[in-house]
């Protein structure tokens, strides 16, 4: 739904506007001068501002100059008289995208140009999105069965309201969940907004998320809406949740309960519809009984808990995670062929990959450059084969056929002889285990 701020203050005008826009399905806020609109715009964001020029106290004028240095993403109406079609003229080169003569000939007048108005505001989203470079987190490997079963608790959860909590290790590849919890949500047409709550101090944090008025600490030169008010009507994925401090974990516990706020340095109460996402990469059981997360807080945030397996638990997305990234790498370095011979991917099946898929790129990129030709091997990878069992962490090197002798018999001692699981962990299918098993000799 579109929200429409009218600001006129004759009240007939006020009443016709209003009732025409909410025939259409609009949510429709009015003010009665340029004065009471800029408070209203301080508040919450708007889709479309229609508003007259000559009013007492504040004009029309101030509300335009306002609306494009303060929220230049919403399009703007003006309303006048004969008489002043030049200062309305005069408005649109500030970039007010239309103007409407009063006394408007019907209600089809006014219909018409907030259409164009919404679905030129649409048209310029759209263009920003195509625009956008692509990025890793809007796309999705998914093969091995246990990122399949998060992958299908996401797309159940998506198309709720639900608060959703995602749990796992740095690098896993939790942005990319909630973006796609965004993608499959009914907000999919609204902003996706993150935030990491780990990148900002307290005091500039707190700013971030709720916003803050002018002068409300030294260098707040101006009124800014924070990333709840520019997350409305889309979703707000809070990264890092656990690092919050008290104070500020105690201010998003109270937004969360009804999803209203103040600034800071405000008074104003301001309201947003909002789905949050939040992650964490900490223990938050741990983080509770040491004081660093409250414990409401926690049950607030985990109405939908899931968890993200680290990549050694997803071993069967480690190859076509690497030949997507490969892909990736090379439109970026202009070498579409790049691929992974043989011993270069038993060596990234038998590596444990502390840092996750975010490690699983960096390498890959390393080797890309490293690399003369389009076949990585496994010294461009440079990493040690360290097997997932405890016991046996010593690099190896070898032939290929060594290479996967020796990471099958660690996939099996990982596994505790569990041939199904030890085949799960190696990316490959159970027959073709029992073959290498048989070919191989080993037991």
Not at 15 to 39: H, I, M, N, P, Q
Not at 231 to 249: H, K, M, S, V
Not at 329 to 341: C, P, Q
């Amino acid at each position: 739904m579109a929200h429409v701020l009218i600001v006129d203050d004759e009240p007939g005008v006020r009443s016709f506007l209003g009732e025409v826009l909410k025939g259409e399905g609009y949510v429709v806020t009015s003010a009665a001068d340029g004065e009471e609109a800029s408070r209203l715009l301080d508040q919450r964001g708007f889709h479309v501002v229609i508003t007259d020029l000559r009013m007492p106290r504040v004009d029309g004028m101030t509300v335009v100059r306002k609306v494009r240095a303060e929220s230049p993403e919403t399009e703007v109406i003006v309303l006048t008289g004969n008489a002043t079609v030049a200062t309305a003229v005069e408005a649109m080169k500030l970039g007010a995208f239309d103007y409407l003569v009063k006394p408007l000939s019907g209600p089809d007048e006014l219909r018409i140009v907030v259409r164009r108005a919404l679905e030129r505001k649409r048209l310029t989203e759209d263009r920003q999105r195509s625009q956008r470079a692509p990025d890793p987190s809007d796309e999705l490997v998914a093969q091995d069965p246990s990122m399949l079963a998060v992958v299908a608790q996401v797309d159940k959860v998506a198309i709720t309201d639900a608060t959703v909590l995602l749990l796992g290790e740095s690098g896993t590849g939790k942005e990319l969940l909630a973006r796609r919890i965004h993608r499959r949500s009914r907000r999919s047409d609204g902003p996706f907004v993150a935030v990491n709550c780990a990148a900002l101090s307290d005091t500039l944090l707190e700013s971030e998320i709720f916003g803050h008025e002018r002068g409300a600490f030294t260098g707040a030169t101006a009124t800014r809406r924070g990333r709840f008010e520019l997350a409305d009507g889309g979703t707000l994925f809070l990264d890092e949740i656990a690092e919050l401090r008290p104070g500020l974990q105690a201010k998003l516990l109270r937004v969360l309960q009804d999803y209203r706020f103040e600034r800071v340095g405000g008074s104003r109460t301001i309201e947003v519809d909002v789905r949050v996402v939040a992650a964490t990469n900490r223990n938050l059981e741990e983080a509770q009984l040491s004081g660093a997360l409250r414990a409401d807080l926690y049950h607030r945030l985990a109405v939908f808990p899931i968890r993200l397996p680290p990549l050694r638990e997803r071993p069967g997305d480690i190859l076509p995670l690497a030949s997507h990234l490969l892909g990736r790498i090379g439109r970026r370095l202009g070498r579409r062929d790049l691929a992974l011979e043989p011993a270069a991917e038993a060596a990234l099946l038998a590596y444990s990959w502390p840092g996750n898929v975010r490690e699983l790129a960096n390498l890959l990129e390393r080797a890309a450059i490293l690399a003369e030709g389009s076949t990585l091997t496994v010294n461009h990878l440079a990493i040690p084969v360290v097997s997932r069992a405890p016991a046996s962490s010593a690099p190896f090197e070898g032939t290929l056929e060594a290479l996967e002798r020796e990471a099958i018999r660690r996939a099996l001692a990982a596994e505790g002889g569990h041939r199904k699981n030890a085949a799960a962990r190696l990316g490959i299918g159970l027959r073709t285990l029992y073959e290498k098993l048989k070919a191989f000799g080993i037991e």
